[in-house]
């Protein structure tokens, strides 16, 4: 109990929140505009009446139950709001509303939102909750004539996204049990994954030979190995604390900067092969929330 | 120490929540998803995966297997049930199930316009550079959503997303009578493996509408 406590109490630099913040922000704000530049915001988020793909929505969505067509109304409160806590303007209030407008969005057309809507979603509430407005801010500007004062926030949101992080990767590995993510299935996944139309972005002819093919096997099992194992950026930290050989070592080494700096290369290399729009981007954002301001560690440290 | 204590607690149950959602939830396996193809290599595969470890497993038991787990999933699931409005309001959730499955039977969707005299055109393929129009639009993720699924499940959206496209084309061109999407499936063949079942074409027609 002392412990569960422990985790979740003391106050730290409000950096690390604040740039995820700004990071989301322009992630989603990023998706937005290129919702509008390729003409696809009245076609995916409008009724069939004003010729979107939107046949019956809910009447009791209040942004959508506010005008004939909601695609403008939708995608407008969404931009206004993740400009508002990009630039950390009234953040906490910019954060709330682009949340409810977000799980709008969602019931209204739910094919279109994607696992990495609902995981942004997921740490907006935890950003809403925290004072991550408090620093590179524009509210931080006004108050204090400094975008960056020196502000300690409670850290406890900070470790939510961790856990939050951990338990995505991590079910994500455990979920993957089509036979090609296994040794049954010669580690065929990624190149399969690859040949998918939908979602590469170019047919990777240079995987047609044994070394290519085997370049993606490696690519498979260390994808499911890295997330299988992900919950070490949790528990490294914490044993880090312990006064014995090993907890020296793990303080030492610290272990778990090793499956962070795997998960940018592995949202990069996404980025670069997949066309998968806001989720590398999305997720990448998220990723100062490892980055204890203390210099620390990464993950749950307690205070 | 009296908000920590209701700090720890509150986190306490959210997590508690989130984690019972983050469990996996299978689908319930119907006698129609199990006639699929890819259902019924994914099958072979794991029979012959067992077989490999001298373990002889019939379909069957697999299926049955499969079914007991994903309802002993939905029943942990059924706990936070009455929580279900909340997470509706606030988008919120646990499903990651990313690329679970690697697809090897791809659809290509394709965009064919067929003009008055009967002369038609593929005016799209997917990642073909002689075949662009409104490439990016049509790539977009949330309007690939309307295709790049089991087109079986989503045919409805499937529809519509074709009378989208269509309309979008007959406003651009005065000479388009027709306009077809259609999802193209293709096969992959992993080095060593046997090649996949063939899948099956779907297409939607739209005609222009008369004045």
């Known amino acids: ?303 | 120490m009296r908000w920590e204590v209701v700090r720890g607690g509150l986190l306490a149950c959210v997590i508690a929540w989130q984690l019972v959602e983050s469990l996996p939830a299978i689908p319930t396996i119907s006698p129609e998803m199990l006639r699929r193809p890819e259902a019924q290599l994914e099958l072979s595969r794991w029979q012959a995966a067992f077989g490999q470890l001298g373990i002889e497993v019939q379909r069957q038991e697999l299926v049955s297997l499969a079914r007991g787990f994903g309802d002993a999933m939905h029943r942990v699931h059924r706990v936070f049930d009455p929580l279900d409005p909340v997470a509706e309001l606030l988008g919120v959730g646990q499903g990651w199930g990313l690329f679970a499955q690697a697809d090897d039977v791809p659809g290509r969707l394709e965009i064919e316009v067929f003009a008055a005299g009967g002369a038609s055109e593929v005016v799209y393929r997917r990642l073909d550079p002689d075949r662009t129009w409104r490439a990016e639009r049509w790539a977009y993720r949330r309007m690939r959503a309307a295709y790049d699924q089991d087109v079986g499940r989503v045919a409805s959206v499937f529809r519509r997303f074709t009378e989208v496209v269509a309309a979008t084309r007959f406003a651009e061109d005065p000479d388009a009578v027709r306009v077809v999407v259609r999802i193209v499936p293709t096969r992959t063949q992993v080095p060593g493996h046997e090649l996949p079942a063939e899948g099956r074409v779907v297409e939607i027609g739209k005609d222009r509408p008369t004045p």
């Open chain 1, 1 to 303: 109990m002392k412990t569960w406590l422990r985790w979740w109490s003391g106050d730290e630099p409000a950096q690390s929140l604040a740039l995820v913040r700004v990071l989301v922000g322009l992630a989603v704000l990023s998706d937005l505009a290129t919702m509008a530049w390729v003409g696809a915001l009245g076609p995916a988020w409008s009724l069939t009446t004003s010729g979107g793909i939107v046949d019956a929505t809910r009447k009791d969505l209040p942004l959508v139950a506010m005008a004939s067509d909601p695609a403008l109304l939708l995608w407008g409160t969404m931009v206004a709001s993740a400009l508002a806590f990009t630039v950390g303007w009234g953040s906490r209030a910019a954060l709330v509303v682009f949340g409810l407008a977000s799980a709008q969005s969602a019931l209204h057309y739910p094919m279109g939102d994607r696992a990495i809507d609902m995981l942004l979603r997921n740490a907006i509430w935890i950003l809403a909750a925290s004072g991550c407005g408090a620093t590179l801010s524009l509210s931080a500007r006004l108050r204090s004539g400094t975008w960056m004062p020196a502000v300690e926030v409670p850290a406890w949101p900070r470790r939510l996204l961790v856990l939050q992080l951990v338990v995505m990767y991590f079910t994500a590995g455990v979920q993957k049990f089509g036979l090609l993510w296994m040794p049954m299935g010669d580690f065929a996944a990624l190149y399969v994954i690859l040949h998918d139309w939908g979602v590469t972005r170019a047919i990777p002819t240079w995987a047609h030979n044994p070394v290519g093919f085997f370049v993606l096997q490696l690519g498979t099992a260390s994808t499911l190995i890295w997330q299988w194992t992900y919950p070490v950026v949790l528990v490294a930290p914490a044993l880090a604390r312990q006064p014995t050989p090993w907890g020296r070592w793990l303080a030492r080494w610290r272990p778990e900067r090793a499956w962070v700096a795997l998960g940018v290369v592995f949202h990069l290399g996404i980025a670069a092969t997949l066309d998968l729009g806001l989720f590398p981007w999305g997720m990448l954002a998220l990723y100062p929330a490892l980055w204890d301001p203390r210099g620390q560690a990464t993950g749950l440290r307690g205070t």
